[in-house]
């Protein structure tokens, strides 16, 4: 099992920035990695980011490309998303999500992954 807990959401106008951090405990094995994803009213759960913790390879969603930024901390099982020149359509519900085998499953697909956090609101206003 592992267990997800997520902090840094907030209300930012648009432009700024926001830092959210989901840290891991439990039994992490080492094909594990972390993602994000984010739910706004009314629409489906999206894929934002993802990171193996074994190569450090990252991944992202079009639509954050160049925005965004994952990264993870191997030493304290925490991972990050940086979200820069932030738009009011990323006003979202942000989760983290976990899986040991990150390299069996399609990242993309929230039903692939394993464990969830709790979830973070982000709000950009215009």
């Known amino acids: 099992q592992v267990q997800l807990g997520e902090s840094g959401g907030g209300l930012v106008q648009a432009g700024g920035s926001l830092r959210l951090s989901c840290a891991a405990s439990?039994?992490?094995?080492?094909?594990?990695?972390m993602g994000w994803f984010r739910q706004a009213p009314g629409k489906e759960r999206e894929f934002v980011a993802a990171?193996?913790?074994?190569?450090?390879?990252?991944y992202y969603a079009d639509s954050v490309k160049g925005r965004f930024t994952v990264s993870g901390d191997n030493a304290r099982n925490t991972a990050y998303l940086q979200m820069n020149s932030l738009k009011p359509e990323d006003t979202a519900v942000y989760y983290c999500?976990?899986?040991?085998?990150?390299?069996?499953?399609?990242?993309?697909?929230?039903?692939?992954?394993?464990?969830w956090g709790q979830g973070t609101q982000v709000t950009v206003s215009s």
């Open positions: 990171i193996s913790w074994s190569g450090t390879s990252t």
């Open positions: 439990g039994r992490m094995f080492s094909r594990f990695g």
């Open positions: 999500a976990a899986t040991n085998f990150f390299l069996s499953i399609n990242y993309r697909r929230d039903g692939d992954w394993a464990y």
